[in-house]
């Protein structure tokens, strides 16, 4: 038998004997005829199954459309095999369907019915894979399988899945009548989730179809079936779970997840700013933080080349119509003279820190600096020695200059350059091309370093970490090699792990809780914690599973056991298996790509983004003891009275306190961190929560300390006054650390908040909850609380004077008159400050030149003299900067004496 029948015999085997319409999808190479097989063989079958009656379509798309915005239906050659140039090459009957993106080559009997067809959407109802699925066509696989047939894409699109949406491509295309304006919609991939299709799940369906058949041939396989049951299996399929076509589709599935949470988190504007031109460095950052952050939403400006001071000063400028939330500041030495000249450098280095100081004054916010570093040459050690010395001076100067400031932060790229990269920080081609002043490399890597600025800005950074054993904590396997033969301090290589459990150590120390997942007899390896000389004892692991369990299982139950999220936790473990397995079913859990190498352990983790920290308040180092606290409750929880009795013993305190200067970071970090009992999830930022306690609206912080655990806020409560009715008060967030859940607090917060605003005759509360995956805990709060339920999102309830059932917790009301701030304790205490005061009033004296024997009780606008417009707009300028504060419209109209801004400043 010749090739060409021995090829025609197959297809005839997997088709129909009634001729109709076959849509013939190929690939030759994974097919591998024989070298003799030929064009002419393969169109040989085509003019068979004319001659039969069938009407076949073969596929010739045109992807480059979607880029070029041109296409010729003459001129495009297909980009998805040969089969369809061939036909519409040889065979003159045959043409090519009208899309500049999906075309078939149509030939025979009935052609005409795949002719003229204009669709809305590229597989829509009234697109041409729609007509195949009306008139039922075969689909036959030559070689490719089912998994490649492109019309499982109109099944997603029918079925709206959610990491697929639409997008308009605009371009010319000519279909025989010359070049037309044309417009296609097409329901294309999420790049950001970037969806990798893997349809091959439901070839187990297709082929238990009655209309499924199969054969081989030379080296692959033909495989056919009805568009109408290959519709039927993938809608069945896709209705069941949206991302079954999706590989990794756990994975995928949190990322959308992420997306979706994203568009309801306000837009952190991000400013790259420096005199060169940073157009890369922008770029590789906005790509890092759309991988590590894909639940946050971030808009980046940087500003044109040469116009850093305009750009600045001028208040029409983009830079600060863009009002941006996150400066990253990057000039050099180069920058403030580009000769190097040293008698430049002091001048134009105030002028640097001026501009810096001016831009902050209308944009509140983070401000990330970079040091500056020397990246030149020099021909003798005195003249390199002189330069290191100005560098000296003028780092010194510059971080004096913000020392005050707690939203300023320095990057030391020579320190960088020294623990992270062999690789040069500037590249001299690009700095003379285009003035870029970074190495590729460097942009990777300095975009890494600002993430991790950006991940703990916004309360992102891990809480927890899971540790392996073997090769991990220690060198060997306790198994095979026994106790004492384990590697861990002396010589090397357990020096190398000494070093990398100092680094553990120091993360716990900041408030990171360390935990144990290990595959190991737990008699055993609890023994050799407890014996071998290590820097991290039995008493500092907070929990652990020694078991052979799957690793993935354990975690769950740790995060379940502390109650938190598996998006705080980072996994560390030798294995590139365990690791992978845990990438695979637990997402959302941090992993630490090890080195092979342990000798780099310890810089892998400290230069991980997760992991990085730029401020820490006095909760973050208590955390500890709380969780121990949380483990010991759930144990009691299955004995009620053991339980009640056991939170009794604890004997809480829990303070309700205002906003004050001393616990606004811990506020905003709580705003950004809480995920699973927090009713809406509104990230509000430090100047917003401001804004809404001097707007008349009430922030309350929640602390809690017993008898094992110190004082430490937990909770947050913003109230505002529904603006339609004065008589309704609306809790527009509420959220409890995820460590103090169980023990009654989230009701009894509600309670002590309705009591509150009765007495500041309100007559309703508001309550809403915005439910997703993560606040579960809170979805039936004020259902069970007696709340009316108003919509999908709103409750509300009748306030009155509630007296509701306490015998947990000593309460300490601190908006009451007669317990007042003074008995805070003294962690949140915010009493003025003398030095606080001492510096306003030397910034009233400085501004308006009064000498220091003046009182200034009666210094007022227009009457003091020197206090004109001029003045009050610099007074209220420093005082924002100096003081961290955001003046309302309100508080400007009235600002005008000195007791009056002192009255906003400190009460």
């Known amino acids: 038998m010749t090739l060409r029948n021995e090829f025609f015999d197959a297809i005839t085997k997997v088709i129909p004997d009634k001729p109709g319409f076959l849509v013939i999808y190929s690939s030759f190479s994974r097919l591998a005829p024989p070298g003799q097989f030929t064009a002419s063989d393969a169109l040989y079958s085509i003019k068979k199954l004319v001659a039969k009656g069938w009407t076949i379509a073969l596929p010739a798309f045109t992807f480059s459309f979607c880029k070029s915005g041109k296409y010729a239906f003459n001129k495009n050659k297909s980009e998805t095999g040969i089969y369809a140039d061939w036909v519409l090459k040889e065979i003159s009957s045959s043409f090519r369907s009208k899309h500049p993106i999906y075309s078939f080559v149509v030939v025979g009997k009935n052609a005409n019915v795949l ?77 950001d989730i970037n969806p990798n299709l893997d349809s091959q799940i439901l070839e187990k369906y297709f082929k238990k179809a009655i209309s499924y058949k199969e054969t081989n041939l030379f080296k692959g396989v033909l495989n056919s079936l009805t568009t109408k049951d290959f519709a039927k299996i993938s809608n069945e399929q896709i209705k069941k779970n949206k991302f079954v076509l999706v590989k990794n589709s756990i994975q995928k599935q949190l990322i959308y997840e992420k997306i979706k949470e994203s568009l309801t988190q306000p837009i952190y504007n991000i400013a790259v700013l420096g005199h060169a031109n940073l157009s890369n460095l922008e770029k590789e950052l906005s790509e890092k933080l759309k991988s590590y952050l894909p639940e946050r939403r971030f808009s980046f400006y940087s500003i044109p080349y040469g116009q850093f001071a305009r750009e600045i000063m001028e208040s029409s400028s983009g830079l600060r119509s863009f009002k941006p939330y996150i400066k990253i500041f990057t000039s050099n030495i180069n920058d403030l003279s580009p000769m190097m000249e040293k008698d430049d450098f002091e001048k134009n280095l105030d002028d640097y820190i001026d501009q810096i100081i001016y831009l902050n004054k209308n944009n509140k916010g983070f401000n990330i600096i970079f040091k500056f570093f020397l990246k030149d040459q020099f021909s003798s050690n005195s003249q390199q020695r002189e330069y290191c010395s100005i560098i000296e001076h003028l780092n010194n100067k510059l971080e004096e200059s913000f020392k005050s400031s707690k939203n300023t932060f320095f990057v030391d790229l020579a320190h960088e350059a020294m623990v992270s990269s062999t690789k040069k920080i500037e590249d001299k081609r690009l700095w003379y091309l285009g003035r870029f002043p970074f190495s590729s490399h460097w942009d990777d890597l300095i975009s890494d370093k600002l993430s991790s600025f950006i991940i703990a800005f916004l309360g992102k950074s891990i809480r927890a970490i899971i540790l392996d054993l073997d090769n991990t904590l220690w060198g060997g396997v306790l198994g095979e090699d026994g106790i004492s033969n384990l590697s861990i301090g002396g010589d090397f290589p357990g020096n190398v792990f000494y070093d990398f459990q100092k680094a553990l150590l120091d993360l716990y120390e900041r408030g990171i809780v360390l935990t144990i997942v290990s595959k190991n007899d737990e008699e055993s390896a609890i023994k050799a914690i407890k014996n071998l000389n290590m820097p991290i004892s039995i008493d500092k692991i907070s929990s652990h599973k020694i078991s052979w369990k799957k690793k993935f299982e354990s975690i769950q139950e740790i995060a379940s056991e502390l109650n938190l999220g598996l998006e705080s936790f980072l996994f560390i473990d030798d294995n590139p298996i365990e690791r992978q397995q845990v990438m695979q079913f637990l997402p959302e859990v941090r992993v630490l790509e090890l080195p092979e190498d342990p ?118 409560l913003v109230i505002e006054e529904d603006l339609v009715c004065k008589e309704r008060a609306i809790l527009k967030l509420f959220l409890l650390s995820c460590r103090v859940l169980g023990r009654g607090l989230e009701k009894l917060c509600i309670y002590w908040c309705m009591n509150y605003l009765y007495k500041l005759k309100y007559k309703y509360l508001i309550g809403k909850i915005i439910k997703n995956n993560k606040n579960i805990p809170t979805h039936k709060l004020f259902e069970e609380l007696k709340f009316e339920n108003k919509d999908d999102e709103t409750w509300e309830i009748l306030i009155k004077d509630n007296k509701f059932e306490n015998k947990i917790f000593q309460i300490c009301d601190h908006f009451k008159e007669d317990n007042n701030q003074d008995n805070l304790p003294s962690s949140y205490s915010d009493k003025v400050k003398l030095n606080d005061i001492q510096k306003f009033d030397d910034l009233i004296r400085s501004v308006l030149n009064i000498q220091k024997e003046k009182d200034l009780n009666g210094a007022e606008y227009g009457s003091t003299p020197g206090w004109d417009s001029m003045a009050q707009f610099q007074l209220v300028a420093e005082i924002e900067n100096i003081f961290g504060i955001s003046f309302t419209s309100y508080q400007l109209e009235h600002a005008t004496s000195y007791k009056a801004l002192k009255e906003i400043i400190f009460n």
């Open 115 to 191: 002719d003229n067809i204009v669709s809305t959407t590229t597989w829509g109802n009234d697109s041409i894979f729609s007509k195949f699925e009306e008139v039922n066509a075969q689909l036959l696989m030559i070689g490719c399988g089912l998994k490649s047939c492109t019309q499982i894409h109109r099944y997603e699109e029918i079925n709206e899945v959610p990491y697929r949406y639409f997008k308009y491509f605009e371009g010319i295309a000519d279909y025989g009548q010359g070049f037309n304006k044309t417009k296609i919609k097409m329901f294309v991939r999420n790049l």
């Open 599 to 716: 000798v780099h352990y310890k810089n892998s983790l400290l230069s991980n983004p997760y992991v990085y920290s730029v401020f820490e308040t006095s909760e973050d180092k208590k955390r500890i003891q709380s969780y121990k606290e949380l483990r010991e409750i759930k144990k009691r929880k299955f004995d009620l009275v053991s339980y009640e009795t056991y939170l009794s013993e604890l004997k809480m305190s829990v303070h309700f306190a205002p906003l004050t200067n001393e616990n606004i970071n811990r506020a905003y970090q709580l705003c950004q961190k809480t995920n699973q009992f927090n009713t809406t999830t509104i990230r509000f930022t430090s100047q917003e929560l401001q804004t809404i306690n001097a707007s008349g609206g009430t922030i309350i912080l929640v602390g809690l300390e017993s008898k094992n655990s110190e004082f430490e806020n937990i909770g947050l």
